[in-house]
């Protein structure tokens, strides 16, 4: 979608985006801690993803800032005001979820009306502020048209300029495109990026998709078992990951054991625990770091077990002692044969050590 930048639209639509702190957020339910001991803090106009797997505790810490899940411990801050005693419709935000609930017999145009029935500014202002979002949206040539006549990609657009039409300071989405397919899913991301880059809205955005979290957020709180292991910028998360679970989770990781100087392939939850003292450490290497050579004494042996395609590269997976190690290479290297007995390298410096 061509966002104008520089579009009156733009300009006047922009916001100031909220600071967001939690401190030491727990959420109980029964046994399960949901949240456990969770804190953050977002700056404003920032965009921070949470990402993790399936039950670590996501929409519950997004559904805590909304207020619509009470904390048992711990306090939500927006803006710099504590939000404990703050119901849900007075914190101001927008929010869109993966069913957006729009109102399918409804016009685009009224679907977006629809949060401003309650708020008391005036007709002039309504209308103005429904123009705007519908051109930042690039929405304007739909506004007449019913929501269910609309295409997946379509409706989701509808359900943004919704959440955006009364400019809130913050956005929180969770898995908003979970509906969409690939292309238009990378599509509405990069509408999602951009319409944040002119508004300079806050932005939570919830996903368990590692490649949408790295493409669209400046920072990622990485969750696991209700808690924040690391948040960091993309870059930092790939290269400097701080646990074996972030590495495994953010792109794929061969995963090795150093113990009196010899080096062993290990599976991702074996690692067992570093110890310095021992002369111990664990480690991994990115598969794009790791070269495949003759079979010979100069790495770790090993079998290709698997070659796939992918494009550009191509992914060979080779068996060391029983453990699946992953080598990406060009897809312009000779192609390898399973069977073949190989030996694996890599420069030591491309090592990222776990404690
Ligand atoms: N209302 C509830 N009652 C009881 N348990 C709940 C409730 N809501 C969430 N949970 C539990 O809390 C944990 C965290 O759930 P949450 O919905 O936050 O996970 P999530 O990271 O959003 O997962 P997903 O990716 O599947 O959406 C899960 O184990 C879930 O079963
Ligand atoms: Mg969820």
Redesign the pocket.
């Known amino acids: 979608m061509p966002v104008n930048t520089d579009s009156p639209a733009a300009r006047a639509t922009s916001v100031d985006g909220a600071s967001i702190k939690v401190v030491g957020a727990v959420k109980q ?2 046994s ?1 801690r ?1 949240l456990d001991e969770v804190t953050l803090s977002v700056r404003p106009g920032e965009f921070v993803a949470l990402l ?10 997004l ?1 805590s800032l909304a207020g619509f899940v009470q904390l048992d411990e711990g306090e939500v801050s927006i803006g710099g005001v504590p939000q404990t005693r703050v119901p849900t419709y007075r914190r101001n935000l927008g929010m869109v979820f993966q069913k957006y609930a729009l109102f399918p017999h409804l016009t685009v145009e009224k679907n977006i009306a629809y949060p401003l029935r309650n708020r008391r500014w005036d007709r002039e202002d309504k209308k103005r502020a429904i123009a705007e979002v519908l051109e930042l949206t690039d929405m304007t040539h739909l506004a007449g048209r019913k929501v269910h006549q609309l295409s997946g990609g379509q409706q989701q657009r509808v359900a943004l300029a919704r959440a955006l039409v009364y400019k809130p300071p913050v956005l929180l989405m ?2 908003p495109l979970g509906a969409l397919d690939r292309k238009l899913r990378e599509q509405v991301q990069l509408e999602i990026r951009r319409i944040h880059r002119v508004l300079g809205t806050t932005i939570i955005f ?1 996903t ?1 998709d590692q490649g949408e979290a790295m493409s669209m957020a400046d920072r990622i709180a990485v ?1 696991n078992h ?1 808690r924040i292991l690391q948040m960091d910028g993309p870059e930092e998360l790939y290269n400097a990951p701080n646990s074996e679970f972030v590495a495994a989770f953010v792109g794929q990781m061969n995963f090795f054991r150093r113990e009196s100087g010899q080096v062993r392939a290990v599976d991702a939850e074996a690692t067992g625990a570093s110890d310095p003292a021992a002369g111990a450490q664990n480690f991994g290497i990115r598969p794009e770091l790791m070269r495949i050579g003759a079979d010979d004494a100069s790495g770790l042996r090993g079998t290709v077990s698997e070659t796939i395609f992918e494009g550009a590269n191509r992914h060979v997976l080779v068996d060391v002692d029983g453990v699946a190690l992953r080598v990406q290479e060009p897809a312009s290297n000779p192609s390898r044969t399973m069977g073949d007995r190989v030996s694996l390298t890599w420069d030591r410096r491309s090592e990222v050590i776990f404690p």
Do not use: F, N
């Open positions: 339910y029964g399960m949901a993790g797997p399936s039950g670590s505790g996501k929409t519950t810490l559904m969770d898995e919830v368990h969750m209700g």
